[in-house]
């Protein structure tokens, strides 16, 4: 069995005036609460009480609140903070309820404050209708989860954790280790050896990177335009529909990463270790909030979870130097250019090598050298891209980790 994290959309059917306008009144409390204790620069869950604990709040949210803001003003370091943060609540703050004699089969209870709560009529992802059976049966546990309105539209985001069938019984030394290189030029690179060692003809999404490099600087470039001229919800508007564009890149890559491994005999993905590669971003403020902001633990999550649901096992690595040391002979080396590793190693037959690939392969041979482990989400959002909206919306994706929701249902 294998334990997997999922995050589950549903969209609030038409509310009425009355409830939207309780959804706003939480969403706004929220907001001040959330800004309040950033602002007072809280470290810690009893700082972060003190400042959100006057708020109108539910204590599901205020509970959130005390867990968030610490993250965001220490392991996150966010400088300023998004005006439109979903509003969270711990994992006891929903209770969902199943009428399948009814139109509309789901209904969720929502917190408004203390001693209010609101039932709503709610629409889930269809391809995601059995992991809300089993977390009504309690056959999977809920984790936290996010409220927010696009367009008009509100939407919650519940994280679910259920047990899985493993794919098959094949053996740790029988598995073919696929590498998965998660970067900026390349947005994910695939790579693995053959039975005679030799690495094969790597799979690389560069493509799709140039895109969402391209989308990211017409969005921070037009937003920021906007923003001198006083156009704050224009502004807001056009970031949700290119921040839309990239989620659907992402989808789409991390399906098209799955399908590659499911072509491979015996397949094991092998991923970077998110922790590690959290606690080596130390390149200075300005490269620190762009690259927290980049999506790789969104892009990590999405590949874990589908591959687990195809059942191909995924293994995470310590990722230092994968992209330093040649595949080949395991010397040092360095990048000419972006695209291009170089072995130092006179003696070394390789010379140059696509970087990324390069990165890949020894992703995968980590696997092969007994240091891989599997590694549990904890909240299946995991969130570096959580983290104060820094470089983009940075919260509501299956992750990811608001980067905002993939239309009205994500893949």
Same mark, same amino acid.
């Given at each position: 069995?294998?334990?997997?994290?999922?995050? @589950?959309?549903?969209?609030?059917?038409?509310?009425?005036?009355?409830?939207?306008?309780? @959804?706003?009144?939480?969403?706004?409390?929220?907001?001040?609460?959330?800004?309040?204790?950033?602002?007072?620069?809280?470290?810690?869950?009893?700082?972060?009480?003190?400042?959100?604990?006057?708020?109108?709040?539910?204590?599901?949210?205020?509970?959130?609140?005390?867990?968030?803001?610490?993250?965001?003003?220490?392991?996150?370091?966010?400088?300023?903070?998004?005006?439109?943060?979903?509003?969270?609540?711990?994992?006891?703050?929903?209770?969902?309820?199943?009428?399948?004699?009814?139109?509309?089969?789901?209904?969720?209870?929502?917190?408004?404050?203390?001693?209010?709560?609101?039932?709503?009529?709610?629409?889930?992802?269809?391809?995601?209708?059995?992991?809300?059976?089993?977390?009504?049966? %309690?056959?999977?546990?809920?984790?936290?989860?996010?409220?927010?309105?696009?367009?008009?539209?509100?939407?919650?985001?519940?994280?679910?954790?259920?047990?899985?069938?493993?794919?098959?019984?094949?053996?740790?030394?029988?598995?073919?280790?696929?590498?998965?290189?998660?970067?900026?030029?390349? @947005?994910?690179?695939?790579?693995?050896?053959?039975?005679?060692?030799?690495?094969?003809?790597?799979?690389?999404?560069?493509?799709?990177?140039?895109?969402?490099?391209?989308?990211?600087?017409?969005?921070?470039?037009?937003?920021?335009?906007?923003?001198?001229?006083?156009?704050?919800?224009?502004?807001?508007?056009?970031?949700?529909?290119?921040?839309?564009?990239? &989620?659907?890149?992402?989808?789409?890559?991390?399906?098209?990463?799955?399908?590659?491994?499911?072509?491979?005999?015996?397949?094991?993905?092998?991923?970077?270790?998110?922790?590690?590669?959290?606690?080596?971003?130390?390149?200075?403020?300005?490269?620190?909030?762009?690259?927290?902001?980049?999506?790789?633990?969104?892009?990590?999550?999405?590949?874990?979870?589908?591959?687990?649901?195809? &059942?191909?096992?995924?293994?995470?690595?310590?990722?230092?130097?994968?992209?330093?040391?040649?595949?080949?002979?395991?010397?040092? %080396?360095?990048?000419?250019?972006?695209?291009?590793?170089?072995?130092?190693?006179?003696?070394?037959?390789?010379?140059?090598?696509?970087?990324?690939?390069? &990165?890949?392969?020894?992703?995968?041979?980590?696997?092969?050298?007994?240091?891989?482990?599997?590694?549990?989400?904890?909240?299946?959002?995991?969130?570096?891209?959580?983290?104060?909206? @820094?470089?983009?919306?940075?919260?509501?994706?299956?992750?990811?980790?608001?980067?905002?929701?993939?239309?009205?249902?994500?893949?």
């Amino acid at each position: 069995m294998t334990e997997l994290t999922k995050t @589950l959309e549903l969209k609030l059917v038409e509310p009425n005036a009355h409830k939207r306008r309780k @959804l706003r009144e939480t969403r706004e409390a929220y907001q001040q609460a959330l800004h309040d204790a950033f602002n007072a620069r809280c470290t810690t869950q009893t700082e972060a009480n003190d400042v959100v604990v006057n708020y109108d709040l539910s204590g599901y949210a205020k509970n959130a609140l005390k867990k968030y803001v610490p993250q965001l003003t220490t392991t996150y370091n966010a400088g300023e903070l998004h005006d439109d943060h979903p509003v969270r609540f711990t994992n006891e703050g929903l209770r969902l309820d199943h009428k399948p004699e009814n139109a509309i089969e789901w209904y969720v209870k929502i917190p408004h404050h203390e001693d209010y709560h609101l039932w709503m009529p709610a629409q889930p992802n269809p391809e995601q209708r059995d992991w809300l059976a089993a977390l009504n049966a %309690g056959d999977a546990t809920m984790g936290e989860s996010r409220l927010f309105e696009r367009d008009g539209t509100w939407f919650l985001h519940v994280t679910a954790t259920r047990n899985v069938e493993d794919g098959s019984e094949v053996s740790a030394e029988e598995r073919t280790p696929i590498g998965a290189d998660i970067g900026e030029a390349s @947005l994910v690179t695939v790579c693995h050896r053959d039975r005679h060692g030799s690495p094969t003809a790597p799979e690389l999404w560069a493509d799709e990177g140039k895109t969402v490099r391209r989308l990211r600087k017409t969005n921070f470039t037009a937003k920021r335009r906007l923003q001198m001229r006083g156009s704050e919800r224009i502004a807001e508007s056009f970031g949700d529909d290119v921040w839309n564009q990239i &989620g659907d890149v992402f989808h789409r890559v991390t399906r098209e990463v799955v399908e590659y491994a499911e072509s491979v005999e015996n397949p094991v993905l092998v991923l970077e270790d998110l922790t590690y590669i959290r606690e080596s971003m130390d390149y200075g403020d300005f490269m620190n909030r762009r690259l927290h902001g980049w999506g790789f633990a969104k892009l990590h999550a999405q590949i874990r979870y589908k591959a687990v649901e195809k &059942g191909i096992p995924v293994e995470t690595v310590n990722p230092r130097n994968t992209s330093k040391e040649c595949h080949a002979c395991g010397e040092v %080396g360095y990048r000419p250019r972006q695209a291009t590793f170089k072995c130092t190693n006179d003696a070394c037959w390789m010379g140059e090598y696509q970087a990324d690939a390069n &990165g890949a392969i020894n992703i995968a041979d980590r696997y092969l050298s007994g240091e891989s482990h599997s590694r549990e989400h904890t909240d299946g959002n995991d969130s570096a891209e959580d983290g104060g909206r @820094l470089t983009a919306p940075q919260d509501t994706q299956a992750d990811a980790t608001k980067q905002e929701t993939l239309g009205t249902y994500a893949s």
